[in-house]
């Protein structure tokens, strides 16, 4: 965690972290690699419907742990008990080593959990600067001449997304204005400077351009680097690749399984998250159907290349180049 | 250590302005305002009667079209609050006559003292307006429904208890009630400015500018509304839960307490138009108020609010009052069937959508 120490002491970087440290609501981050979020056998069922069942995965500082999963596979089940939306109904959910079990986004939020939800939480007609502080609004005055500090809030606005690296032209253009990874990046910067010790993104590149979902996953990268545990949660595996140090999958409701990096490669991620076999069925079904398609033969490629295991050069390059500019 | 490339963060206590911001986005960023054009449509129709006809810009012909649009800007201002906020309130008109009935009543029927009578219908209207606000939000009925009930069940109330208590349809002699000299003071005075100096006063008897009490409770009331719309937290909540109510719940915006506070709000200014006429007409009747809902919401929307919320201010629903009233007294003095009003407000409401809708792509868009 060197590299990440010299990007935040930076003379412009400490003077900011000291005013995100004065307004932090929730407690304060415990050093990197330490637990923040465990959770142990964590299911979840609507009545009759199993959602989630023995999930167990950790959240720890300064490492982004991701979720991975296809549609269905619960994965917003599992992000909306973390953001404290629906109670869990087994296991247990231990945030700093203390059992939890949240009945409102409130709760989390207290305890510095912060989601980034897919639509971002924003309000498209409202400048940035309002959606920035929206919630949370900076007043000065007292009693009925209680009032917005609009000039402050413009200011850390500016400042804290140029912290993040966005440089804006005017905080009071409404923020449907932006860009998607623009939004995306407000709505993180936004997380990160109102306390967030773990920030839970919810499918954050699922609607960007490649150059867009590159800025997001540095946005990621920054965070992480800030000392906060990121759970990063998406069904592409070459986003999740280059920014996660833990991969957690889920199919059906059901955890395939609790990786760290070090223990798996790319090509065994993606086989494991398409579901190797269920694969190979639908390329072949494909094949008798269409013989002449484009997409049956992508597919056939595609299943043998996962095959081949880790030798396949042209994807991890391209990975490793993002991996490079995310880590300085 | 490390020094960063990029230039440093702006952050001072003056706003600074980005050189890709140009002078003439100053000036567009006017031309956005929501009231802007109700603004220019109402110096428009203002300067065509006060030239078409000799009446309307006489003080004591602009004394009459000052009063109704007075009383319309504080329920179209109250309105606009609520459908920024996302909601409709369609029983907005029958609650002024609902609670000029109560009052009216209670003094002349009861001989109840006159403050004790004035909050009781102040009471009622503000528990009828959480009441509205609680089914909308419990229920998640659409407003424009929930209300609509309200409004029918008002109306029926408005005309069979009261027919019950008093044996006919409108409140009679209010003027001789015990304590009606007190309250008038609040609501029914007025001053009387004599500007017979103006150069355009052709007619001796036409010099007297009367504003009633119903005027400076209106330009109060856009003050307050604006304040708390542009500088306070709840403003930002109101924007916020008309615009993307969703998000706004998942950023921590309480909800349910600002849209009951909207409702309550419409509720409370329908109490206010209430006493205004009351006291200024001395007669409350059962149909008193029923049909100006709709012409609320035309007066927030032609003020720039959008039907859709999330957009619009208090100023600009004051205007959309202020040419309703123009309109509808100018017709008058320019000798047209008075029926004509309702077709131009309709032309009017189709032009301010269509204007609306404009300025909201125009502001979702990059520029």
Not at chain 1, 4 to 19: F, I, K, R, Y
Not at chain 1, 234 to 258: E, I, K, Q, T
Request: with cysteine; glycine share 10%.
């Amino acid at each position: 965690m060197t590299e990440s120490e010299q990007l935040t002491s930076g003379a412009a970087q400490s003077s900011q972290e000291d005013e995100v440290e004065a307004l932090r609501s929730g407690p304060p981050l415990p050093p990197p690699g330490t637990a923040i979020i465990e959770v142990r056998d964590i299911g979840k069922s609507y009545g009759s419907v199993i959602a989630l069942r023995e999930v167990t995965t950790t959240v720890n500082a300064g490492e982004v742990t991701c979720v991975l999963g296809d549609n269905g596979a619960g994965k917003s089940t599992f992000i909306k008990i973390l953001a404290g939306a629906h109670a869990h109904s087994d296991g247990e959910f231990l945030v700093d080593g203390e059992k939890r079990r949240f009945s409102s986004p409130r709760e989390a939020l207290a305890l510095g959990i912060a989601t980034v939800y897919q639509d971002l939480a924003v309000v498209p007609l409202m400048p940035v600067w309002r959606n920035f502080f929206l919630g949370s609004e900076i007043t000065k005055g007292w009693g009925p001449f209680r009032r917005l500090d609009i000039a402050k809030m413009k200011a850390i606005t500016k400042s804290e997304l140029a912290a993040m690296g966005i440089d804006l032209r005017d905080v009071e253009q409404p923020i449907g204005t932006l860009s998607g990874g623009e939004r995306q990046c407000v709505a993180i910067a936004r997380a990160v400077y109102f306390g967030a010790r773990v920030l839970i993104l919810d499918e954050p590149t699922a609607a960007l351009g490649v150059r867009q979902s590159g800025v997001v996953l540095k946005y990621v990268a920054k965070a992480r680097d800030r000392g906060l545990g990121v759970i990063f949660i998406s069904h592409n595996p070459h986003h999740a690749w280059p920014v996660g140090d833990r991969f957690m999958l889920l199919r059906r409701g059901r955890s395939m399984g609790n990786f760290p990096k070090a223990e798996m490669t790319l090509d065994e991620l993606v086989q494991m998250m398409a579901g190797g076999a269920e694969l190979e069925q639908l390329s072949h079904e494909l094949a008798r159907q269409l013989p002449d398609s484009e997409v049956a033969r992508e597919l056939e490629s595609d299943v043998a290349e996962s095959h081949r295991g880790s030798e396949t050069p042209a994807q991890s390059d391209e990975t490793d180049e993002v991996s490079e500019s995310s880590r300085p | 250590m490390t020094t960063t490339t990029a230039p440093p963060p702006t952050a001072g206590p003056e706003p600074e302005r980005d050189e890709r911001v140009g002078q003439h986005a100053r000036l567009g960023a006017i031309l956005r305002r929501p009231e802007v054009g109700a603004l220019v449509a109402a110096l428009l129709i203002f300067f065509y009667f006060a030239f078409s006809t000799t009446a309307f810009a006489q003080p004591s012909g602009a004394s009459t079209w000052i009063f109704t649009s007075s009383s319309f800007a504080i329920m179209a201002v109250a309105v606009g609050l609520l459908m920024i906020g996302g909601e409709f309130d369609l029983s907005a008109g029958a609650m002024t006559g609902t609670t000029g009935l109560i009052t009216g009543i209670m003094m002349t029927h009861w001989q109840i003292n006159v403050w004790v009578s004035v909050v009781t219908s102040l009471v009622v209207a503000l528990a009828i307006g959480f009441l509205n606000g609680f089914l909308v939000m419990k229920t998640g009925v659409p407003s424009f429904i929930v209300t609509l009930g309200t409004f029918f069940v008002l109306r029926g109330v408005n005309l069979a208890v009261v027919k019950q208590i008093i044996n006919q349809v409108s409140v009679v002699d209010f003027q001789s009630a015990p304590g009606f000299e007190a309250g008038n003071k609040l609501f029914g005075s007025f001053v009387r400015w004599d500007l017979g100096w103006l150069p355009w006063v052709s007619l001796p008897n036409s010099k007297n500018l009367t504003i009633y009490a119903a005027t400076w409770w209106a330009i109060g009331f856009v003050i307050l509304a604006t304040w708390i719309l542009q500088r306070t937290r709840a403003g930002n909540w109101i924007f916020a839960v008309g615009g993307a109510q969703q998000s706004s719940r998942q950023v921590g915006v309480p909800v349910f307490r600002t849209k009951i506070g909207l409702f309550m709000t419409t509720a409370f200014a329908g109490w206010i138009v209430g006493m205004l006429s009351l006291f200024k007409s001395t007669t409350a009747q059962s149909t008193t108020g029923i049909g100006a809902e709709f012409i609320y919401i035309i007066c927030a929307v032609v003020g720039g609010c959008l039907l859709t919320g999330g957009y619009g201010s208090a100023i600009g629903a004051a205007l959309g009052a202020l040419i309703y009233g123009m309109v509808g007294q100018g017709i008058v003095y320019a000798g047209w069937d008075s029926d004509w009003l309702y077709a131009v407000l309709g032309v009017m409401l189709l032009g301010a959508v269509m204007v609306n809708n404009w300025v909201k792509t125009r502001a979702e868009r990059v520029r």
